[in-house]
């Protein structure tokens, strides 16, 4: 069998790196002084090791909600006798001064720091620590990194104080005695979001051998200065810097340069035009380029070749081939290439819509290809336009199709997780997410894959409680199947769902999907999920829900949910039984019927409850008074919904009557005629009724067959088994003989307190069940059988 979309297993390295992660007690560690967290002597970690450790870490921190962050984790790597780290990613506010201290010691080859918020001035000092080493080093959106904390001066006392350091940093007064003096093993650099106030030429001065430069979001007082790397310079990077004559004449003179980005955000921004000189300047000058990017700049009219003119030509056997070589392009700059781009970004231009692009990898938004390329390209560092393309993917994969799945998938999956506090993000990503595991596209993708899916999804639950974002997390979670492909995460989804349902006025929308969720969730599960769930509030939650609607008096499908979701949580649940009515669940059943006599569906959910309620002998009592038995009985009339609410009033009735008549302490309505009552009830019901209940345990029928106290109670019990043997006998056959119950059924002939039609009804369902062994086919005409509703 072909492996389905994203089946791929993790590796051995990665499995046993996140079960280490997860015990370190366990494995590596010991609890040393003050419950510090200490490495074991033993134990000796080559960088390979140590790396994964430390970068796993930091996503395990970032996407994984069950995951416990240890306080002094980076202390593991301070001796790098015992550790040795190389190469590390750190991100977003989580990193402290304290965490770059306590590896400052180690000889870093690449450390990467992306939106560091937290670090101030006191990081910069254990930079200079790996100034002998540093070959790659990123400080992206890392705005307070050059500040001082408190107004201390970079060579601060290390015993800072503890709240100093817990505080996120903030701007104060500018750290002025830091530069690059000594990096001279650094290559690579980027200074993306650098703040105003520092002086990138200065900065950058003493570094003699850079061959990649990233000043994105960067204010140039001057550009004359990165002429000092022309020679070296292979990548440079100048998103969101303001182009400018004298800018573009530097550019040229980097000879060197086999990537160079100038793009911008958005044309809206841009003053600068983008002319066919430009462009052929740089083609012309740079002829090393293999990658260029001039998203969102205004273009000029003259830079194409006019749509006549592309007509006349002939594409050749190899379309792709004549597409993108250069003497065919319609961009008249790029004819002048020797070769095509590998890379071309075109994003939020004009330019991405013309015929033939001289490239083999397009970002722009003409297309699927050109879409998920520019999704991918700026995840990581441009958020902005990331989340305009993820948009874009969004309206391909509900108007459109998406064909590169898995590839689609994947990327909006890596955006979620990488910009988990981003709510742009987050709100596109999840809408995408909705339309890409729908039916449509649902067999192509793994377990694997869609276990990802709910993960970034709950994640989204989790950081925002924006209106927006939980619609759309909930929508998406729809498109599984539940409870099964939500089990792995059962608790997490459950008290995500609750917490949505908490506030008192919740929106509407969000409100009906999330208690859909819920009944869905505690329907088809076992005892113990039940219990778990009822112990994070859920029937309280239900019924606060009930109350508001009662209120309103309104019964919409919130309401009718809801009921339902208590009905399945009840469920051979004595626990949560005993909570319903704790919580006035029976007063809130009263106000229900007295305020909306004509609900069918809501008067079948609230019937099974009870008769899940009716079920435990300790709590019968609760249901034995006047006015709850008359109200019972009273709705064996009632033709609501087939046989549904008849029947299960009948059932709450058969389970008090079992308890016999001297518990029976009321004096209206008189135990007799109540009895009476059910036996005509039972009597005008049709045996073949289809019926929209499962049971997944006859157990509770059962109990009620070998016994002469009530007659009518074993009369209903045994009426309930022909009907679901003679309906369903492929699902039901098989669980009666499972459980016992052809010896009970024999046991309900030989009584001679058993009326003579619950004796004929015994025989009969014996029957059925001995043919069904003999010919175990289905006989329902091949209709599909919809147990809507677990008992």
Same mark, same amino acid.
């Given at each position: ?97 304290? =965490? ?160 160079? =980005? ?273 112990? +994070? ?48 669940? +029976? ?53 609501? =919904? ?150």
């Amino acid at each position: 069998m072909a492996a389905k979309a994203g089946d791929n297993p993790d590796s051995l390295m990665t499995l046993a790196t996140i079960f280490c992660l997860r015990n370190l007690r366990k494995t590596m560690c010991y609890q040393g002084f003050r419950n510090k967290l200490c490495l074991r002597s033993d134990i000796f970690l080559p960088s390979e090791i140590c790396d994964k450790l430390v970068n796993t870490y930091m996503e395990l921190v970032h996407t994984d909600s069950n995951f416990e962050p240890e306080e002094s984790f980076f202390q593991l790597f301070s001796d790098p006798c015992s550790t040795r780290l190389t190469r590390v990613q750190l991100r977003e506010d989580f990193v402290r001064d304290r =965490d770059l201290e306590a590896i400052q010691k180690q000889d870093l080859i690449e450390l990467h720091l992306t939106y560091c918020n937290s670090l101030s001035s006191r990081s910069l000092k254990s930079l200079i620590s790996f100034r002998e080493t540093l070959v790659s080093l990123c400080l992206f959106g890392c705005n307070h990194i050059f500040y001082r904390k408190g107004g201390a001066p970079l060579a601060c006392n290390e015993d800072t104080e503890d709240e100093e350091e817990e505080s996120p940093a903030s701007r104060q007064a500018l750290e002025t005695d830091f530069n690059f003096q000594g990096f001279n093993r650094l290559r690579l650099l980027n200074l993306g979001g650098l703040p105003d106030e520092v002086d990138a030429e200065t900065l950058l001065k003493p570094l003699k051998s850079l061959t990649s430069l990233d000043l994105s979001n960067v204010q140039l007082l001057g550009t004359a200065f990165l002429t000092q790397w022309k020679d070296r310079l292979a990548s440079l990077v100048l998103y969101n810097v303001d182009m400018s004559e004298e800018l573009v004449s530097t550019i040229v003179e980097m000879v060197n340069l086999r990537h160079l =980005d100038i793009s911008r955000e958005s044309r809206r921004t841009s003053k600068f035009k983008m002319s066919r000189k430009i462009l052929t300047a740089i083609v012309q000058r740079l002829v090393n380029l293999v990658s260029l990017d001039i998203s969102g700049h205004i273009m000029l009219d003259n830079c194409t070749v006019p749509h006549i003119e592309e007509a006349m030509g002939r594409p050749s056997h190899d379309f792709l081939s004549f597409s993108i070589e250069p003497c065919k392009s319609s961009i008249y700059p790029f004819q002048e290439l020797k070769r095509p781009l590998q890379f071309l970004g075109l994003y939020d231009t004009t330019l991405c819509n013309v015929t033939h692009i001289p490239a083999y990898k397009v970002t722009g938004s003409k297309n699927e290809e050109q879409v998920l390329n520019a999704i991918e390209a700026y995840t990581e560092f441009r958020p902005e336009l990331a989340h305009r393309a993820i948009n874009q993917l969004f309206d391909i994969a509900r108007i459109q199709h998406c064909s590169q799945l898995l590839r689609a998938l994947q990327l909006v999956i890596a955006a979620l997780k990488c910009h988990k506090y981003d709510k742009s993000i987050q709100v596109t990503g999840s809408a995408a997410l909705f339309y890409l595991t729908n039916t449509e596209y649902r067999s192509d993708q793994s377990v694997r894959l869609r276990r990802e899916v709910i993960q970034v999804v709950l994640n989204g639950m989790e950081q925002y409680q924006e209106v927006t974002v939980q619609r759309n997390c909930c929508l998406t979670l729809c498109n599984f199947s539940i409870p099964e492909e939500l089990e792995f995460q059962y608790s997490r989804v459950n008290q995500l769902l609750l917490k949505i349902l908490e506030p008192a006025r919740q929106d509407e929308s969000i409100q009906r999907i999330a208690v859909h969720l819920c009944n869905a969730l505690v329907c088809q599960v076992d005892n113990h999920h039940k219990e778990a769930v009822g112990k +994070m509030g859920f029937v309280k939650t239900m019924l606060n829900l009930i109350q508001k609607k009662l209120q309103d008096r309104t019964c919409d499908q919130v309401m009718e949910f809801s009921w339902s979701a208590l009905w399945n949580i009840t469920d051979e649940t004595p626990d949560n039984c005993q909570m319903f009515l704790n919580c006035r669940g +029976m007063s809130l059943f009263l106000e229900c019927l007295q305020e909306f006599p004509d609900k069918q569906e809501l008067h079948r959910n609230m019937l099974g409850l009870l008769g899940n309620v009716a079920e435990v002998k300790a709590l019968r009592p609760q249901l034995l008074t006047p006015q709850f038995i008359t109200v019972f009985s009273n709705l064996l009339d009632s033709k609501a =919904d087939g046989i549904e609410v008849s029947y299960n009033a009948c059932g709450v009735l058969s389970h008090i009557m079992f308890d016999g008549p001297a518990v029976w302490s009321m004096e209206d309505p008189r135990r007799d005629s109540v009895m009476d009552k059910m036996m005509d009830a039972i009597q005008s019901w049709d045996v073949s009724s289809r019926r929209n209940i499962n049971y997944r345990s006859f157990e509770p029928i059962l109990r009620l067959l070998p016994q002469s106290i009530a007659p009518v109670s074993q009369h209903w019990a045994t009426w309930a088994l022909y009907n679901l043997v003679s309906v369903y006998p492929s699902k039901y056959c098989p669980l009666l003989i499972k459980e016992g119950g052809i010896s009970l059924l024999e046991k309900v002939l030989e009584l001679e307190s058993s009326h003579p039609e619950t004796k004929d009804m015994a025989s009969k369902v014996m029957e059925a069940c001995e043919t069904f062994k003999e010919d175990p086919m289905e006989t329902n005409n091949g209709q599909e059988v919809n147990f809507g509703q677990r008992r």
